[in-house]
């Protein structure tokens, strides 16, 4: 049924750096992309980053020049390095899969999550 799991959120200072990890297995789609989305609290689940099966990246603007994502495929991994953190990036952080080629932020176009990693930023 394919499973997706966290690892690598935690606290740190604002302007700290945080290498969010994803491992999956039993992904079912051909051409799959994957994103990791967020979740602060009282506030939607918006995307954070994208990637599709050939690896092309996109970003929400409130990131763009500081998180990087990549993916492994002979590893089974997704990251997302998280540079210059911000308190706003707090929130849990979710990978995500589902079927596409082009990358994208939207939560409805992933069908698969993982149970999420929380970030905490502090002041």
């Known amino acids: 049924q394919g499973q997706l799991v966290e690892s690598g959120g935690g606290s740190v200072q604002a302007g700290g750096s945080l290498r969010l990890s994803c491992t999956y297995s039993?992904?079912?789609?051909?051409?799959?992309?994957m994103g990791w989305l967020r979740q602060a609290t009282g506030k939607e689940r918006e995307g954070v980053a994208g990637?599709?099966?050939?690896?092309?990246?996109t970003y929400a603007d409130s990131v763009k020049g500081r998180f990087v994502i990549t993916k492994d495929n002979s590893g089974n991994t997704l990251y997302l390095e998280m540079n210059d953190l911000e308190t706003e990036d707090s929130g849990i952080y979710y990978c995500?899969?589902?079927?596409?080629?082009?990358?994208?932020?939207?939560?409805?176009?992933?069908?698969?999550w993982g149970q999420g990693t929380q970030v905490t930023v502090s002041s």
């Open positions: 995500a899969t589902g079927p596409g080629y082009i990358p994208t932020l939207m939560p409805a176009a992933y069908l698969r």
């Open positions: 039993g992904v079912p789609f051909t051409g799959a992309r």
């Open positions: 990637i599709g099966p050939g690896g092309e990246p």
